[in-house]
């Protein structure tokens, strides 16, 4: 893969039609998005109830590569690279709570602030001060913690943070933790797995219980005047009866390299439906600033990888995290207020239709992953339906375009990663 | 894997030795054999009984392309790759029955005969008729359906029709049912597979079994001019008994890039064996054209991946199918009559031979893989009871040099594929 | 991986620092090794007693490639790749016995001297002189049998042989047999693995068992002025007592492109222990020349990959066989006299120490591997502590640009493999 086959493909791509094969299935051009685009995205991490005091540490996957984040107490949540900076090796292995981080290989220890703590082995001539945790970029909006890799060039998430941080506080996030998490594990491109989650053209084929279980499935699974008709009057009831403007205003950004993408958006869960579970009914506790329920959602987008909807009494986090060019990730995590018993919880109720979803969602995935491996793979054409589908796949290109000419021969770029 | 490295390796070939490593093992070789060799090949993909009424479809792998084939109704039979023309999901996943071929992802909806049937939701400027099923070409010789990946530059089968059709005809194969299908996926690069299904020197080590139920074997499988004499006054007798010359006559046709390989030959089982079953006895209701045991064989090739073993009352259809420079799959389908009761046939009996015959060569090509790989392996000399094996390397060789000329620099043939 | 670039990482090495992340991920520089690096080791294949008499043939690998070694009588130890020379199929799959090696593909059979014994079937013009198996490099210190693969550069053993015979035939190797032996598959590159055997300061924090077992782990685990005298002393006392000048020297070569590297030392267990097992008394009956317990431990380096550590009634073998970039197996065999009633050995008390060790060795070597692959590494500083570790890596580098430079471009290097 050269800059110029790369630039030849991106110039090949035509408005409103799906990317060419390569860019799903290409291990080359994974390992430049691994250099020049995971690199440059936050994505949420953790949520800090996972982290409660200091000492605390988890082990997560930063676009798949592994990283250590920790409470330090005072110095705040802080984020390394799981390498020990002697010979490499990994320093942990799972979720714990030590004052010291500590390799296992020479026990080399390091403090929750990074530096080098044992340093009497040292050979003469090197400087402890050389031989600190290497840290990742750490930005917390709300109760959220996010990371991204490369330390100059991410976007600046100053006005996610103050559009999102009292959308998080109001649903409770401040005040919250977590329910239940669950994996799905995909065999697709990080893309196909997106432009699914950008849509619901497909909700009616593919998932007969979210289309149940939404209102807006009427606009957004189909075209059809009267229906949209209905559901606009349905949503305009309902913002007249909860009236409040402030929490239920819309704010999407398109994000920029100098800017994070996010979006905020409120609307009814319709159909009658009080939250997101089984029965539409209540299921846990009312969260953050809910004094009754609503039957409102909140939908949040924080960067390209990570996706909260929240209910009144719960919430749910989407990470969508790339293993490799045709292996995907997509963590679900069920958040619920703090103090709630969680053995009162019907968490089969409460997690029941993103879990059937996510579950249909990594079959069609898959099927569309093994179609777009044919030799009869052309790219097709996203419907008016697909809209943001389209969008996201115009911003992909549009964003390595640029990406490739401001870094020059992909070449170069591969030696960042 | 450049032209000229490739153009190397076929220069550096010694007429009557086997191959350079790198044909057996290099992934960029197989690569080239994707986008040049196996795009010009016919191969069978169904028995017509397979798709027995209008709507009837089956997924299949054509050169390890997913296809759908199906039975149109007045339209006859029709290829499909098994990619959506909107997103490129798989659309069928099985083999089933309906009446129109419908993607599982947004239900876009295609006619039997190819045509996108649900339009409406169509962006503007978006031409419904561009949007049809990817068509593979596909031929019938008989009730046999073979398909090609390269409409362009498939061989002509008609003279393959016109001499084998007439024998399928005499076995039954237009009024026959599968009665058992198996697969043997074999660890092996295609070719190793090939040139051990054309030799029988290995029969006397490696089958036993298939040694003691064949009279040829005393001619191939070893140089013996005693055995061969007595051996060519078995054929001689039995030619004379049967007398059938129209369904006896031997036609052999090498195959150009214009033409397709086929071969049809007929000879006695010998050892007083009716058919090739367990024991040498009828061991299902005679086929077609027989009106009695003759004890005779019927070998078809139909280019150069398909070939049938006839007996009086069951026929063997071999598929071979590369998946990977190391991988191929080899299946065997067991053919009777379309009236035959398969509770009453011993399936063991009709089965044995073939069965353990072909997982007998599962193992020693893959033993013969393995060694291929060492750094030790070298080109060594086929003998003369290898002849047919040599043939095939030598065409190989041959037609592989003629279409890299034909089609210049490797790199370009590679974005056909 | 052109050799610019490999010579360009090669430049970029530090001394005193651990390597590049490409030397322990890259498969194109695994490449190289295998061409220009592994092919000019020799490597302790198998102790005589695996081939107890004429027709004896064991199957084993040769830096990943299958090789057979014999006892041919008269001609002594034979060892031949693994590949006929008809076709190139696997000969052997176990060890076994019989007078002749016969391929089971064709039957094409070889003396135990490699020729080709059957030349009945062999097609005119072709010399059978030409077609007798591949021989591998064979040499034997003592009873030890040592292969190589590239018999034009591999150096020479005989001061190797001079030196280490002798301390075989005394710690009675020459009369000994296998007691059992264990592979310990590690997912890491051979480097890391060496690396790690090199040094023991990772013994303290990561082999409890072991630092309890060895008295230079005071020594050798960390820095401490007043234990390193006191061992010293423990050292001295026993080199007095046991007088034996002979047996106790220190040879260390460190080995060039002409002579083979090899090592001889000697010294106490220490801790009042008599041998190396559970409890620290003898296991097994006394070997060799030992007529009562010493409590000492004879370490014997053979080139790069093979090495034993012999005590008064049991030798532990090591080999190091590198099977893939990221893949390494560690064999440990214990010998124990000829003459010795297995069933009287409590064989988990002989080999529990270096079962367990070897066994937390893999954990630790695979936890560094994991972390040497992330974006993250960067070469790190070997301690005092790790001197022969950074000795080996130092030695790696040196070699590595000689031969680079001495065979030219790699691409010519490769086809050599």
Not at 14 to 31: C, H, N, R, T
Request: hydrophobic share 40%; charged share 25%; aromatic share 10%.
């Amino acid at each position: 893969m050269t800059t110029n086959s790369l630039h030849g493909l991106l110039d090949r791509h035509e408005k409103g039609w799906s990317l060419e094969q390569s860019f799903y299935v290409d291990p080359e051009i994974f390992a430049v998005e691994q250099a020049i685009w995971f690199s440059r995205q936050w994505t949420v991490i953790a949520h800090a109830s996972e982290l409660p005091r200091k000492g605390s540490h988890i082990v997560r996957s930063l676009f798949g590569t592994s990283i250590i984040v920790v409470n330090s107490g005072d110095a705040g949540f802080r984020a390394y690279y799981n390498v020990c900076t002697h010979r490499g090796s990994r320093i942990c292995k799972e979720d714990g709570h030590s004052p010291l981080l500590v390799c296992p290989y020479h026990a080399w220890s390091f403090r929750l602030t990074g530096e080098l703590q044992s340093t009497r082995d040292l050979p003469a001539g090197v400087d402890p001060a050389e031989l600190g945790l290497h840290e990742v970029p750490l930005r917390q909006i709300g109760s959220l913690i996010l990371c991204g890799a490369d330390a100059e060039n991410l976007p600046d998430p100053a006005r996610a943070e103050e559009v999102l941080q009292p959308a998080l506080r109001h649903h409770g996030l401040d005040h919250a933790k977590i329910a239940v998490r669950r994996s799905y594990p995909t065999q697709a491109n990080w893309k196909l797995v997106l432009e699914n989650f950008f849509e619901c053209y497909h909700c009616r084929p593919s998932h007969p219980e979210y289309f149940r279980m939404n209102g807006h499935v009427k606009v957004s699974a189909m075209l059809d005047d009267n229906a949209a008709q209905e559901w606009g009057k349905v949503v305009d009831d309902w913002r007249a009866e909860v009236g409040d403007d402030q929490h239920n205003r819309t704010v999407r950004v398109a994000g920029t390299h100098d800017e994070m993408k996010f979006t905020l958006y409120r609307h009814p869960i319709g159909l009658g439906r009080q939250t997101q579970s089984k029965d539409g009914r209540a299921v846990a506790p009312l969260m953050g600033g809910f004094a009754n329920y609503d039957g409102g959602e909140t939908a949040m987008h924080f960067g390209r990888f990570s996706f909260m909807g929240a209910y009144n009494d719960h919430a749910v986090l989407f990470q969508f995290i790339p293993r490799g060019v045709e292996e995907t990730d997509v963590v679900a995590t069920w958040f619920v207020d703090a103090d709630a018993d969680l053995e009162l919880i019907d968490m089969d109720a409460m997690t029941l239709m993103w879990d059937i979803t996510t579950k249909q969602d990594k079959q069609i995935i898959e099927e569309n992953a093994q179609g777009v491996r044919s030799r009869a793979y052309r790219p097709g054409p996203y419907t008016q339906l697909e809209a943001q589908t389209s969008d996201f796949v115009e911003s992909y290109v549009t964003v390595m375009r640029e990406l490739l000419e401001a870094k020059g021969p992909v070449a170069k770029v591969e030696q960042v990663a």
